[in-house]
């Protein structure tokens, strides 16, 4: 998917920094993982069955009576997406959403913490750099910290971007030697405030797409490779990836151009992973084995970026819609990690109400009935979570 600089922004940082830092927080971490949110979980499903409640367990009449019940009462909470993950050495994630609350924010991290082991940030160019040579990165920082306090890894996404700028530069003349300078200078700064974190960085996203790509234009084809070498300059031990879209089946649109782009980066030693961004319709959603073939096609780690599945085209009752998305997210996790080759999976939002397909008019697949994520727009857990968890269960086994 290409999305516009202003589709983009609006998913991922158009949020006010109020919001945002009340979604960093400041206060210590929790220890306890908080229940899922008002959502009784189903007793019919293997992996959630209700837990009896202690009702013969006698008043706690002691400090160490208090620690056993509370410690008992934490191991008898169902298990997570990111329990589960975390027990077969897999990342699981999410990329904030946008066009909320504060509150809504915390009841975001809340889940996310919970669930995922990987946190998506957004890095684009118009939110990092707005002016010239001035770096606006402290937010995306502070998000970045407070997964690393709960144990979570990062993807700081994207360094460059050609559909991404900010209008200091899309509004000017620039040569081609001044705009390398530009990129090796905001690559190289933004990847200083994530040194010491080990985070794993998108360095290039959806290069050549069109005469849109700024990057392409202006510099040519080698802006990628330029790219990646100033990415590697700058923390030689970074996992660094190429990410694209429909690149995800044999005859993917961007399928061949995403492999030439591997190939050349990966003879240079500067490639440690390709992005799959996978943003799914569910009446043309891939073969299982179609997926499975391409990523270990890749020669390379795969990580899936960006995961969704928008059912506006499905009819039927909400029942039937949410089943049919719950078997796409089953099959494409499976296919993840079924290949041998898939290292994380992220969803692209918490909460339908704050994803890419409902928040972009733009798109020719928008739609308030697009429901493409796991959780409701109450960020209620729907099939598709229950789907995941079971596939995930699976292989913890």
């Known amino acids: 998917m290409n999305l516009t600089r202003r589709d983009f922004l609006k998913l991922c940082g158009s949020s006010s920094i109020a919001a945002l830092l009340a979604a ?85 991290t809340a889940v996310q913490i919970r669930e995922f082991n990987l946190r998506g940030i957004f890095v684009g160019m118009s939110l990092t750099q707005p002016k010239q040579g001035s770096f606006d990165v402290d ?32 509004n000017r003349g620039v040569t081609r030697n001044e705009l390398v300078e530009i990129m090796k200078n905001h690559i190289t700064t933004l990847m200083k ?18 005469d849109r790509d700024f ?16 990415a590697r300059s700058a923390n030689p031990s970074a996992a660094l990836i190429y990410n694209d879209n429909n690149n995800h089946t044999p005859f993917g649109e961007r399928t061949s151009p995403t492999q030439e782009i591997v190939q050349r980066l990966k003879s240079k030693g500067l490639l440690d992973g390709v992005g799959l961004q996978m943003h799914l319709r569910a009446e043309t959603a891939p073969a299982k084995k179609d ?61 339908d109400k704050f994803s890419f397909w409902e928040n972009t008019p733009s798109s020719p697949y928008y739609s308030r009935e697009a429901d493409p994520t796991p959780f409701d727009d109450n960020l209620k857990p729907k099939p598709a979570y229950f789907a995941m968890l079971e596939v995930l269960q699976r292989f913890a086994k």
């Open 215 to 230: 990057f392409n234009r202006v510099i040519g084809k080698d802006y990628v490779d330029i790219a990646f070498e100033t």
């Open 139 to 170: 937010v995306r920082r502070r998000l970045a910290e407070r997964a690393i306090r709960e144990k979570m890894d990062i993807l700081v996404h994207p360094l460059v971007w050609g559909d991404d700028l900010p209008s200091w530069l899309r």
């Open 291 to 351: 997926v499975i073939e391409t990523m270990r096609n890749y020669g390379l780690p795969i990580h899936v970026t960006e995961f969704d599945v928008n059912i506006r085209n499905i009819h039927g009752s909400q029942e039937e819609r949410y089943a049919k998305q719950a078997q796409i997210y089953k099959e494409m996790l499976e296919a993840a990690i079924e290949s041998g080759v898939c290292k994380e999976f992220i969803t692209f939002h918490i909460g």
């Open 24 to 108: 960093c927080g400041s206060a210590p971490t929790p220890t306890a993982t908080p229940a899922l949110m008002n959502t009784p979980l189903p007793t019919s499903t293997p992996l959630l069955t209700a837990t009896p409640a202690l009702t013969s367990t006698p008043a706690p009449t002691s400090t160490a009576t208090v620690t056993a019940t509370a410690t008992a009462t934490a191991t008898l909470r169902p298990l997570t997406l990111r329990d589960l993950a975390d027990k077969i050495g897999f990342r699981i994630g999410a990329f904030f959403g946008s066009n909320t609350t504060p509150e809504e924010w915390e009841r975001i």
């Open 193 to 210: 405030q994530f040194v010491e974190m080990k985070a794993t960085y998108v360095v290039a996203n959806e290069a050549y797409y069109t």
